[in-house]
């Protein structure tokens, strides 16, 4: 195959000689870890980008989910979706919680908080929704179904980095949020995540807990893990916020790109933006109708990998039909029609700051049937 390969993501890396600046002053100061310098002005700047009020720095995207857990004493059953990546329901794993599937809404593939209240028990604790595809939960539903049951909300905003509702951060919805900054995202610091919350007594609490429990040199308060971002990934996150805007409009404008050449093509169906959302194009996923398209999902799939262009599955197969979660009552596919039907149809598309013209071309002409 003679064209290069095109790749469903591909990571924003800010100009090489930018960064050395932010590594000549690291070596200088000789402080790689635990809260340092760029660590400090990382969480200043995300915050003020991101319009929240506090959040704290990891290592990757999946601590701050297990971290959330453990800061809000979550225990027993949580209710979830099995539409998602998998570390959303291995968190829940990891802190000896019961995760409980129910469907999604087919109309922007996350949880349908219609069904959540048909699954809430006396062992509910928490509702840990996915933004999915960076497409806005119903937050204002899901958070009055919480309050009516006591109960407590965490978002895994893993894909919704900068998404605002009617000018608002989503990440300020619920009693947490998550974030992903692993080098296929958005916005990356090569491996990286964080947690967002409400209230500095909250955000003290999450940084003991992601530095092993200690409060100061002597005491430890809680039994803790190692999740903290070192300076390099800091720095590199610092840089990288410089350029994100730009990139998101590149993405944007692929995803117009995308939707113009396919809105026409039969069998074929994608998310359009919604009115008030400010969205950061961070997937662009299609689903196939067989039946009207003419090809099933995985034969387009092969037929894309064949030449050159790499999609993926997002999410096929569904979490609840892993071999850890299959067994619950919950994951039976009866329990899920929309988010298997969805899994089933959905191919995302290569959607990147970097895709050139060409590239999009190549790919729509590979999907466009005569």
Known sequence: ??????????????????????????????????????????????????????????????????CALQALRITGEVITTPYSFVATTHALWWNGIKPVFVDIDRRTGNIDPEKIEAAITPKTTAIMPVHVYGQPCEMERIQEIANTYGLKVIYDAAHAFGVEKEGKSLLVAGDMSTLSFHATKVYNTVEGGALVCQDAQTKQRIDYLKNFGFANETTVVAPGINGKMDELRAAYGLLSLKHVDEAIAR?????????????????????????GVKHNYSYFPIFINEKEYGMSRDALYEKMKAAGIYGRRYFYPLISTFSTYRGLESACPSNLPNAHKMAEEV?????????????????LRCIQVD
């Open 1 to 66: 195959m003679s064209q290069d390969i095109i790749t469903v993501t591909s990571p924003l890396l800010p100009p090489l000689e930018e960064f050395k600046p932010y590594l000549e002053d690291i070596w200088r100061r000789k402080w790689l870890t635990n809260n340092g310098y760029y660590h400090k002005e990382l969480e200043n700047a995300l915050c003020e980008y991101l319009g929240v009020p506090y959040i704290s720095l990891f290592t990757n995207g999946t601590l701050p989910l297990i």
């Open 251 to 275: 993405r944007k404008q692929v995803a117009l790109r995308y939707r113009e050449a396919l809105r026409q093509v039969r069998g074929i169906t994608f998310f359009e933006d919604r009115p």
């Open 347 to 363: 191919i995302c598309l290569p959607m990147h700051h970097g895709l050139s013209e060409e590239d999009v071309d190549r790919v």
